[in-house]
Structure formats: structure tokens, C-alpha cells
């Protein structure tokens, strides 16, 4: 598996406006707009930084995953995503590697990128997900 960067921080928050302010008004990060994916029940919002993005979570549903973090876990960090070169060729590394797999065939997120998220369980507690740009 060849990882060619950190792909984007994806961080949970209740509300997109507040989250916006402290990138934006705060930090001085551009917003680069907003992209609602139906089939994960959530907004994200995206904020460049050099090569790499940070991607504001907003549940568009209370059943939806990043509710169910919030839920559990409270607002802010969520997960960390890898771009890697080929998805398919690296969830089957992992599944060698004995590694639990959320996903073991990649779907579609947000920017129409190929994506699979490891489990939790299996990286120390960190959400992973891997991202292919087609």
C-alpha cells in the first residue's frame, strides 16, 4: 500500500455556521463550500491547507454516523484520512494483515473520491479512512 499524503483531519460539529467561524474568522482558512453526501448523512465543509484539508462534519440526520460519534464522543476530532494510490489494492493488504475493516469495498464521499474507513479497534482508536481521487 503507498499512502502519497494526509488526505484531510475530518472534525464532527453540531452546527456548520459555528464550526466555520473558528477555521474562517479565527484561523484565517478559506472555506472552499460545502457538499451534503445523502447515503453518509452529512455536510461537509472544507477547508484547504496546503495539500491537505480540514473537513467539518455535520450529521444531516440523528441516526447518521457522525451523530452517533457526537453522541458517544462529544464535537471535534472525528477521523484522519490517507489518500493512497489504490484503494482496492490496499483494503486487500489490510485484510491479510488481519486488520478490521469498516468498509472492505470502497464507496463514494464527498469530491465523488473512492473511500473505505479502517475500525477503530484495529488502530489504536483512531477512525482511518482511505480516499482515492479519481
Not at 37 to 49: A, H, I, L, Y
Not at 72 to 96: D, P, R, S
Request: proline share 4%.
Amino acid at each position: 500500500m503507498k499512502i502519497t499524503k494526509i488526505d484531510h483531519l475530518g472534525v464532527a460539529v453540531t452546527d456548520m455556521q459555528a464550526g466555520k467561524s473558528f477555521w474562517s474568522d479565527v484561523l484565517g482558512l478559506q472555506f472552499a463550500g460545502a457538499e451534503t453526501v445523502e447515503e453518509q448523512k452529512v455536510t461537509t465543509g472544507f477547508f484547504p491547507v496546503g495539500e491537505s484539508e480540514v473537513e467539518l462534519l455535520q450529521s444531516t440526520a440523528p441516526d447518521g454516523p457522525v451523530a452517533k460519534y457526537i453522541e458517544k464522543k462529544g464535537t471535534g476530532m472525528q477521523h484522519i484520512a490517507f489518500c493512497v494510490e489504490n484503494i482496492e489494492e490496499a483494503l486487500e493488504e489490510l485484510k491479510q494483515k488481519g486488520i478490521k475493516l469498516i468498509d472492505e469495498k470502497p464507496r463514494r464521499g464527498a469530491g465523488n473520491k473512492k473511500i473505505a474507513f479502517l475500525h477503530p479497534k484495529a488502530t489504536g482508536g483512531v477512525l482511518v479512512e482511505l480516499c482515492e481521487a479519481e
